[in-house]
């Protein structure tokens, strides 16, 4: 459930995010004034909140996944970006962009398919690194 709100609140942020900006228009760095004002229309603010409960739904994934899961199973949602892209956006997507979607989604199948979490005997028997101490990588 916590992958499919990662799935859904994610592409969702970032559509919400795109529209609002689209009403804003552009905005620099050096007009910080300009963000300020962005972040507080309304499908920003609302694009940001999206993204603020997919950040929480991603926290909280790490928590009992480990990342080299979750951080492929979260790309799956460029698919449903595309999808929301073409119907909420009405952005064309041309079909080199959907076969490369289609190749990494085919990809992510490959590398999702094996276990969630390290088996713990695995992660016991590798030491966690001292702060500040040098990590060798083993081959």
Do not use: C, N
């Not at 590398?111 to 590798?126: I, S």
């Amino acid at each position: 459930m916590v992958l499919v709100a990662i799935l859904i609140f994610g592409p969702l942020g970032d559509v919400f995010l795109k529209r609002g900006m689209g009403q804003v228009g552009a905005v620099t760095a050096a007009h910080w004034i300009q963000v300020i004002r962005a972040v507080f229309t309304p499908w920003v603010a609302l694009g940001i909140g999206f993204l603020l409960v997919f950040f929480a739904a991603y926290l909280h994934a790490l928590s009992w996944a480990d990342l080299t899961y979750v951080l492929p199973a979260t790309s799956l949602g460029y698919v449903v970006l595309a999808l929301l892209s073409t119907y909420m956006l009405h952005e064309q997507v041309d079909l080199t962009r959907w076969l490369g979607i289609l190749l990494v989604s085919l990809a992510v199948g490959f590398v999702t398919r094996g276990p969630e979490v390290t088996p713990r005997k695995q992660r016991e028997a590798r030491p966690e690194p001292a702060l500040g101490a040098p990590v060798r990588s083993e081959p």
